[in-house]
């Protein structure tokens, strides 16, 4: 069974860092792209990042590029998402998801809220 | 990036019935579209993939058709269990969503 179990939210100040960990079993994890997608509260779903199976190639949306991290540890089969320079607008629920076209795996979400 | 605009945002419709949400995307996607079910408290569920394809477990009373730049989700026979949140996804380049068709029952 594909399992996806995020961790690291939490309150944050604006301005400081914060890093959320994926731990993914139950498929092969070095074969596939993986990506973080965020909801704010009672809000649509926006993609934030996306990593290529080996680590070679990222992608990121604009609002985050220069600010957010995304890499992985295949031998761990662990995703991560670095946030640097938090802001009080990426406050939202984070998501891990194994990415093949759409997202056909999700995990529980973890929220992060970012105030003072 | 490709704009995904999404219709209705909300919807009423009762058991029994076939409900139809609509997305348009701002350019040609060439049927490189997800649709997603979420129940609140819940991570979003996929149900469709490649416009038309149905995702492993889903019920067969939910369809995707469209081409181009436009798709749409229909459910037949709704039943009391689809109570959700729908958004469509389009991945022909860096993904982005719809807004999102809550639907309630009548």
């Known amino acids: 069974e594909v399992q996806l179990v995020e961790s690291g939210g939490g309150l944050v100040q604006p301005g400081r860092s914060m890093k959320l960990s994926c731990a993914a079993s139950g498929f092969t994890f070095n074969n596939y792209d993986m990506a973080w997608v965020c909801q704010a509260p009672k809000k649509g779903l926006e993609w934030v990042a996306t990593?290529?199976?080996?680590?070679?190639?990222?992608y990121y949306r604009d609002s985050v590029k220069g600010r957010f991290t995304i890499s992985r540890d295949n031998a761990k089969s662990t995703l991560y998402l670095q946030m640097d320079s938090l802001r009080s607008e990426d406050t939202a629920t984070y998501y891990c998801?194994?990415?093949?076209?759409?997202?056909?795996?999700w995990g529980q979400g973890t929220l992060v809220t970012v105030s003072s | 990036d490709i704009q995904m605009t999404q219709s209705p945002a909300s919807l009423s419709a009762s058991l029994g019935e076939t409900v139809t949400i609509e997305c348009r995307a701002s350019?040609?996607?060439?049927?490189?579209l997800a649709w997603y079910q979420q129940k609140p408290g819940n991570s979003p569920q996929l149900l469709i993939y490649d416009a038309n394809s149905l995702a492993d477990g889903v019920p067969s009373r939910f369809s995707g058709s469209g081409s181009g730049t436009q798709y749409s989700l229909k459910i037949n026979s709704l039943q009391s269990e689809d109570v959700a949140s729908y958004f469509c996804?389009?991945?022909?380049?860096?993904?982005?969503f719809g807004a999102g068709t809550k639907l309630e029952l009548k």
């Open positions: 996804q389009q991945y022909n380049n860096y993904p982005t």
């Open positions: 998801a194994r990415d093949a076209g759409g997202f056909a795996y």
């Open positions: 350019e040609d996607i060439y049927s490189n």
């Open positions: 990593i290529s199976y080996d680590g070679s190639s990222t």
